[in-house]
């Protein structure tokens, strides 16, 4: 049976799964550590987000992007995130950088904020992708809808799976086993990939641009920007060995 059909809370069971492991935190907290904000993020960041914005972190994990954010002169900022382990860490990472940023767990699709709290809100490292299915992750936009006030800022990045051509042949592939019903069970949706690493299967989503561009229409957001990583900066060794190109999206409620 394919896990499209199966309940919210083994669901949510599976996203807990993927990211609540020791050894992701750890991870995580090496990258907030030792790599920080990349240098397209940064660009990123200093065009859209002023100085004095009030800015959600969303999916801040142990505070990689929160801590770049207030080291760049950002300091009105708060980091939420899903998992208690990841959300601990980022505390504890407030003695490494000498700041007192406020860390708290809450789920991007039931955010505790009042409407109109926020300037601008962040979402990195393809974090939104990662929330399973494409109706809970509208669910997710509304909220971050929400809770930005009229003309805030939404800036995030995902996965584009038409914008590297090795991977055309794999997307055909999965497009005819989709439509034989021949997918793999754990998959919810057509773009989905479950990554299986050493210690954790990892759940993404690649979505292309048009279906981006409906489902932020559909949560009230006018696109403002949306560029390829690679044409934003050229990032140094040690961040290219963590990562992989992606698309930077910029959106204005
Ligand atoms: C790829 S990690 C990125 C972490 C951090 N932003 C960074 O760049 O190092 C994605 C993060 O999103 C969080 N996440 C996933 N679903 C979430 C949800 N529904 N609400 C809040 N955070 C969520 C995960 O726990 C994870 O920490």
């Not at 140094?236 to 999206?249: M, Q």
Request: glycine fraction near 6%; include cysteine; aromatic fraction near 12%.
């Amino acid at each position: 049976m394919a896990r499209k059909n199966k309940t919210d809370e083994v669901i949510k069971e599976f996203v807990y799964d993927t990211f609540s492991h020791d050894k992701t935190v750890e991870r995580y907290t090496d990258d907030t550590i030792k790599i920080g904000l990349w240098e397209s993020e940064k660009e990123m960041i200093k065009k859209h987000f002023k100085v004095s914005d009030s800015i959600l972190d969303l999916g801040c994990g142990t505070g990689r992007t929160t801590f770049g954010l207030h080291q760049m002169g950002y300091k009105n900022v708060i980091g939420v995130d899903l998992i208690p382990s990841m959300v601990e860490n980022a505390i504890k990472n407030n003695r490494a950088f000498g700041s007192d940023i406020s860390f708290e767990v809450g789920d991007a699709m039931n955010l505790r904020f009042e409407n109109e709290q926020f300037d601008a809100c962040l979402f990195s490292f393809n974090g939104i992708m990662q929330i399973p299915l494409q109706k809970n992750r509208i669910i997710a936009m509304k909220e971050i809808h929400r809770v930005l006030k009229k003309g805030g800022i939404f800036l995030f990045t995902t996965h584009d799976r038409e914008i590297n051509e090795e991977w055309f042949p794999f997307w055909e592939d999965e497009k005819n086993k989709w439509e034989k019903g021949e997918q793999d069970p754990r998959l919810f949706e057509f773009g989905d990939r479950i990554v299986e690493e050493k210690y954790r299967l990892v759940y993404l989503h690649f979505p292309n641009q048009k279906e981006m561009k409906e489902a932020m229409k559909e949560s009230g957001f006018h696109l403002i920007e949306t560029i390829p990583s690679t044409d934003v900066a050229k990032e140094p060794e040690h961040i290219l060995e963590r990562i992989s190109p992606c698309r930077f999206w910029v959106f204005r409620k």
